[in-house]
């Protein structure tokens, strides 16, 4: 068992759920009765339901590639994921930065939780790869 892929996915999944239903409430639900155009509206609503399925599906992919039977096959799985959370982390984080006054960064915690799946995933990556068994 891979407990740093474990420890990244546990903590992917728990995030997706924070997003789901903190973020819905918090984020979706105001953005839908906002006056918005209703594209852009829309989309940035589907936009944040897009988030909620890359959140919900490389927590899944996490918790199975940290399974000894998956670890090997999934490395290059768990690396490309590792690295999107740790960009979606500096885009949210850039964006914080970015505004006027102070505080933003804790006002868009989200890289808080984003990044450590980041770098979660890719200090498991560091532990060396399982041995294959070749059965003939």
Not at 9 to 30: D, I, K, R, S, W
Not at 36 to 63: E, F, K, N
Not at 89 to 102: R, W, Y
Not at 106 to 134: C, S
Request: aromatic share 10%; net charge positive.
């Amino acid at each position: 068992m891979n407990r740093w892929f474990l420890s990244a996915g546990l903590l992917a999944c728990f995030t997706a759920l924070v997003h789901v239903f903190a973020g819905g409430p918090g984020v979706a639900e105001p953005l839908l009765r906002s006056s918005i155009d209703d594209v852009p509206r829309l989309t940035m609503y589907a936009c944040w339901h897009l988030v909620s399925a890359a959140l919900a599906g490389s927590g899944l992919a996490l918790l199975a590639a940290a399974r000894p039977a998956a670890e090997l096959q999934a490395r290059a799985l768990v690396g490309f994921i590792a690295v999107l959370w740790l960009a979606f982390g500096l885009v949210i984080l850039s964006v914080a930065l970015q505004q006027p006054g102070a505080g933003w960064i804790w006002k868009m915690p989200q890289w808080l939780a984003l990044m450590p799946v980041g770098l979660l995933g890719l200090a498991g990556l560091r532990r060396p790869a399982p041995a294959t068994v070749f059965a003939n």
